[in-house]
């Protein structure tokens, strides 16, 4: 009797798409059920015919890997199928060419230098959300390849709000609705690192070329339980118990939205937004009100909050996502008691260049005065802020009591921050620039909790007590010919 053939292989759609991209990076997912793990071990196939070929798949800890019907299950079942022979003492699973598949975790911060000095064909994440940017992007240096294949890197996941993937995914992704945009699905696009630390994209590699070293091409490919009809033949009440779900996770792990969350602090719908003219007035609703806001009558300044401490990198090398040095540019409407955000600077750097990106950033906007958290390297940079005022303020502010560690929400109690944008006193620029979206989003995303990144809420809150004790005469300046950049 002839054995009848299995066949091996995607099921047409977004699971095709994202083994046929060319891109360096792609990223595959948004919701559950569209065959996310199955897709990235049909990947790590590609190429076991040569000897050379070595991909590894992480998972965060070594239990996600052996988990009943995780990663580890789903392997056994699909890899004898071509020839594989696995072997869980090594957690690895070899190929008559000599070409092995191995899996891994990276529980701690530190375990991604396990991999210095290695070179990966593929590098391959699932559930990507669980790990840290900083593993992420130390695996990107670990792409090389001395056989036939070219390296490159994949990675499934599902939504995860105000999370540093939400953040890389967010050309692809409605702002506002928080599904991803159809017509972009599967785009490539071209990223570098610049000079700031930051990543700068293009449609084109060409548009790339002003900044040293290689460009990468990346793409995201959303995928739900509706591309997987496998999975619904087999289990037909599998939606039935998605859709029991609480909303913020029906609406995450269904409809794949970036943006479903349980109730946070602040509700999206609290954030007002406001225009700016072309000669720097301000045109925002008040009541339903057009209103238009002179740039004269303004009073402007700025609040910075470091980060850098040797704790908060001791709790980085424990998987804590790390905290960003925020600087925010505001501008302080007193008859309305109204606040503009005008512009943030949101950088994780050194202290030569923290001060460096600080001034420039100041400078650029023609901030008169600026307030500094009293904490981490904030007084001395203090001292290195050129050509305005300046004055260090907090972490305790009046309503707070006297211990404040991890009291993020209670100086934005104490501050007023949560009340003033739920009254639509906080406004937020209309064009939706990615920086304003990284403001947006990570404070939709928080719950309040001492070990969220927080750092532009904080800068919120000091925005608002600083406008509570603000006169005319002190702290502030009207806003001159140069108005605030978006």
């Known amino acids: 009797m002839i054995a009848e053939a299995i066949r091996i292989g995607p099921q047409p759609g977004p699971q095709t798409a994202f083994l046929s991209t060319p891109a360096d990076i792609a990223i595959y997912g948004g919701g559950a059920g569209g065959g996310k793990t199955y897709c990235l071990l049909l990947d790590c196939l590609r190429g076991i015919n040569h000897p050379t070929w070595t991909p590894v798949i992480f998972r965060r800890t070594y239990k996600q890997i052996s988990a009943s019907q995780g990663l580890w299950d789903k392997a056994c079942e699909l890899y004898p199928l071509a020839g594989g022979k696995l072997r869980e003492s090594a957690m690895d699973c070899r190929f008559p060419s000599g070409a092995y598949i191995k899996f891994s975790h990276l529980e701690h911060e530190n375990d991604k230098l396990d991999w210095q000095g290695t070179e990966i064909p593929l590098v391959a994440w699932d ?60 785009v490539i696009r071209w990223f570098k690192r610049s000079s700031d630390d930051s990543l700068e994209w293009s449609d084109t590699r060409e548009g790339l070329e002003h900044i040293k070293g290689k460009a990468l091409s990346f793409t995201f490919i959303p995928a739900t339980l509706r591309d997987n009809p496998a999975l619904t033949t087999a289990d037909p009440e599998y939606e039935d118990r998605l859709r029991s779900l609480p909303r913020a996770e029906r609406e995450a792990l269904l409809g794949g939205n970036w943006l479903s969350q349980a109730s946070g602090v602040f509700d999206r719908d609290w954030f007002k937004t406001y225009g700016t003219l ?58 309305r008691h109204l606040l503009f955000l005008r512009s943030t600077c949101r950088i994780q750097v050194e202290w030569p260049d923290l001060k460096a990106r600080f001034n420039d950033h100041l400078a650029s906007m023609d901030v008169p005065s600026v307030n500094i958290e009293n904490a981490h390297f904030g007084p001395a940079l203090a001292k290195e802020i050129k050509g305005r005022k300046v004055r260090l303020i907090g972490p305790k502010i009046p309503g707070m009591a006297e211990s404040h560690r991890g009291a993020k929400l209670e100086r934005a109690v104490a501050a007023g921050a949560i009340s003033r944008v ?30 969220e990144v927080a750092d532009q809420i904080d800068g919120t809150s000091y925005a608002c007590y600083i406008s509570k004790e603000m006169q005319a005469n002190q702290w502030g300046g009207i806003v001159n010919g140069r108005h605030g950049k978006q």
């Open 127 to 186: 559930e990507l959300t669980h790990f840290s940017e900083g593993q992420f992007w130390y695996l990107v240096s670990r792409m090389r390849s001395m056989g036939p294949v070219k390296p490159y890197m994949r990675a499934t996941c599902n939504p995860e709000p105000g999370s540093w993937v939400a953040r890389l995914l967010e050309w692809w992704i409605d702002p506002l609705l928080g599904t991803p945009i159809p017509e972009r699905a599967g």
């Open 278 to 335: 072309p000669n720097g007035d301000i045109q925002c609703l008040i009541h339903g009100e057009a209103v238009t806001i002179p740039r004269g009558h303004l009073r402007r300044f700025g609040i910075i909050d470091t980060a850098g401490t040797s704790r908060e990198r001791a709790e980085q090398d424990r998987g804590k996502e790390p905290s960003w040095s925020v600087c925010q540019v505001w501008d302080y409407y007193r008859p």
């Open 422 to 451: 739920e009254d639509g006193l906080v406004r937020i620029p209309e064009v939706m620039d990615p920086w304003v979206r990284t403001y947006l989003g990570e404070h939709t995303a928080w719950q309040g909790r001492p070990d």
